[in-house]
Structure formats: structure tokens, C-alpha cells
């Protein structure tokens, strides 16, 4: 079997709730692009990536479909049976930029597991569990508004959660306060910055939430300073845009940095390096928190199979993105019920598009 094409595919994603806010950032909609791979078999493979929006981590939607320009004509012809030899192609071809690559090499994963008739989770190491647990995000708001959103996902089956702070230090106490007041024991919460603290704010944080029942997570920009802050917490760290690379995640893990590691298949390239960065963690002790920065039903769907074909232990939560817009583009995705989202089981990722929805491709090569 060969690749004799690739089609690109633009989609906005609208926010059910109207807005997605952390930090100083606010999004009504997300730009999200899917690629289909072709072969001469007639098979075809589905891939999604979404930045979460240009001003979250260096990427952007106009940069992802310029990216693609370059690596889509260098994997045609190859066999899209073999993943790893694919992305080593798509390495060679563009240095850097892995969330350009993440869609076609997710695409890729979904081709290979239709070919031996198995769902991807199955070659990924096999499925532990058929059942993913999630957190919910509490976006950011007034603590009012955030303890009520709380109380609004408990009542769905959620008890893992995340609320967003990281942008005025003042209210982003308040609102610690207010949502951990309203925390059952039973649940979860962790409170993300997205890097949106100051190193001097970040102290003032671990000292008034030493006896609050929480995770930190990515209080500041740079691994330093969320290094420099870390004795200081009495509270689980979790990091998440610090940890871009192996290298990285091998640093924390030697400093002592962080209690788990926020993985997102997109800052990795999609499913290859994602799954080489899991078994990196499993084999370090490192727990993970497993999903991507943004999608639909495809980029779902690839976070619920990795997440699956975690071992026991290593699985924090996941995230079942397309629960939060209003515009499905794919059927098939995960089921959302009880705070757990399904595992496909049908071979490949599970998901068909919904070609009505996507419209016509913004651009094929062949």
C-alpha cells in the first residue's frame, strides 16, 4: 500500500458555552484543520490538529496548512503501514513544527490500524481500560460563575476538574478560594495558570493554597522559574507547556520538577512521538495527564486511544474536546457519560468525517 495523496480540510469549532478563556486569552471558536490520507488501496486515513489559538504556544492554525505545504509532498508514495518511517520522512522534510505534523501522522496511525483490522489503541500497546477518565475546564470567570460551572459538570458525572486562572493574582485567589470551597472530597481539582503568574505571584500562590486540597499547574512561563517555585508548594505540580520535548521531560524528572506532566499529542508530532514520550514517562514514574490543545471528534478520538493503551498507574485524566463545541465534524467520536468518555473499537481511529460539515479541501496534493 502506498500514499497517493493528502487533502486538507479547515473547520471552525464553536465553544457550547460561547467563550473558552485562561490567562488574558478568549476564544469564541478555535481554528482546527483535518487532513485525509489517500492510498491506492482505496483506504483512507483521518487526522485532526488544532492550536488553541496564535497567542497559547507558538502555533497557529495559518501556520499549520503552511506547514503542510512542505510535508504532504514528501510522504506520498510511502507505505502508510509504518508510522515511524513516515514521521521520520516528515522530520527530514521540515525541521521542528511537530503540531504541523500531527494531523497527517494521526491519519497515518488511523490507515496502519484499518490495515490489520484493529482499533489504534491496539497498536499502541493494547487497550487497558475501555473507558477514559476526564477532567472538565472550568473556564475562567468570576468565582460565582465558576463555583456555579462546577456544580453544573458534578451534576453530569464529572469529578475531576481544572479551572482557569493566570490573570489577575487578586482574583485568581478569589476564585481558588471559591471553587476549592465548593470541592467535594471525592473529587479532583487543579488550578492551571497556563504559565500566567509571575515567579514572585507563583509564591504568594503556594503560600495561601498550602492547605487546600489542589494541583498547581504551569504557574509561570519558563521551567526555571517553575523550578525555583516547586520547594515552596506544598501542593501536587503539574507541568504542561514546559514539557515540550523529551529532553525536557527527562530534565524534570531528574531536577525533581513536577509530580505529572500534562502530555499533548499535537506538541509531539501526533501518535508516534506522543506514544514514544508516554513510554518515556511510564519508564521515568512520570503520571500524565493525556489530550492535545484543541479538536473534534478526530483529535478526541486519537487522545482517548492513546490514553487507553496507558498502563494502569500512568493515566492522570484526558480530555474529550469535542464536548465543548457545538459543531460536530466527524461521527463515530468518543462517548461522553459520567465524567468517562468511550474507546472506539472499530479498526482505525473509530471516527468517519462529516463531509457536509467540512466542505470542499482548501488544498490536495497528489
Not at 493554597?209 to 508548594?233: F, G, N, S, W
Not at 493503551?309 to 461521527?331: K, L, N, V, W
Amino acid at each position: 500500500m502506498r500514499i497517493t495523496g493528502v487533502r486538507v480540510y479547515a473547520v471552525d469549532l464553536p465553544l457550547k458555552e460561547g467563550s473558552y478563556s485562561w490567562g488574558t486569552q478568549s476564544y469564541s471558536a478555535f481554528d482546527s484543520t483535518v487532513v485525509v490520507v489517500e492510498t491506492d488501496a482505496g483506504m483512507e486515513g483521518y487526522g485532526e490538529a488544532c492550536p488553541l489559538g496564535p497567542g497559547y504556544m507558538p502555533s497557529f492554525a495559518g501556520g499549520l496548512r503552511a506547514g503542510l505545504e512542505v510535508i504532504a509532498p514528501a510522504i506520498i508514495g510511502l507505505d502508510p503501514t509504518q508510522p515511524e518511517v513516515v514521521s521520520s520522512a516528515m522530520d527530514h522534510a521540515l525541521k521542528g513544527h511537530p503540531y504541523v505534523k500531527s494531523g497527517v501522522d494521526i491519519a497515518i496511525w488511523d490507515i496502519a490500524a484499518k490495515a490489520a483490522d484493529v482499533p489504534v489503541s491496539s497498536l499502541l500497546g493494547g487497550a487497558f481500560r475501555n473507558a477514559v477518565k476526564l477532567f472538565r475546564v472550568i473556564s475562567r470567570a468570576e468565582p460565582r460563575e465558576m463555583v456555579e460551572r462546577l456544580l453544573e459538570y458534578r451534576a453530569e458525572g464529572f469529578t475531576q476538574f481544572q479551572m482557569k486562572v493566570g490573570e489577575r493574582l487578586d482574583i485568581d485567589l478569589q476564585r481558588i478560594a471559591a471553587v476549592t470551597d465548593a470541592l467535594q472530597s471525592s473529587e479532583t481539582l487543579a488550578a492551571d495558570a497556563n504559565t500566567g503568574w509571575r515567579q514572585h505571584e507563583a509564591m504568594r500562590v503556594a503560600d495561601v493554597v498550602k492547605d487546600m486540597p489542589l494541583y498547581i499547574e504551569q504557574p509561570c512561563l519558563t521551567y526555571d522559574e517553575c523550578l525555583a517555585v516547586r520547594p515552596h508548594l506544598a501542593r501536587p505540580l503539574i507541568l504542561d507547556e514546559v514539557m515540550d520535548s523529551r529532553a525536557a521531560i527527562r530534565r524534570g524528572a531528574y531536577d525533581g520538577a513536577m509530580d505529572l506532566i500534562n502530555l499533548k499529542i499535537s506538541r509531539f508530532g501526533g501518535l508516534s512521538g506522543a506514544r514514544r514520550t508516554r513510554d518515556l514517562c511510564v519508564d521515568l514514574g512520570i503520571v500524565m495527564t493525556i489530550e492535545d490543545t484543541w479538536g473534534g471528534e478526530i483529535a478526541t478520538a486519537a487522545i482517548a486511544h492513546l490514553a487507553a493503551s496507558t498502563p494502569e498507574g500512568f493515566h492522570f485524566q484526558s480530555s474529550a474536546f469535542h464536548d465543548y463545541h457545538s459543531r460536530a465534524i466527524a461521527e463515530g467520536g468518543p462517548v461522553v457519560k459520567n465524567g468517562h468518555m468511550s474507546v472506539p473499537t472499530q479498526p482505525g481511529l473509530g471516527v468517519t468525517p462529516t463531509w457536509d460539515v467540512l466542505g470542499e479541501p482548501i488544498r490536495t496534493f497528489s
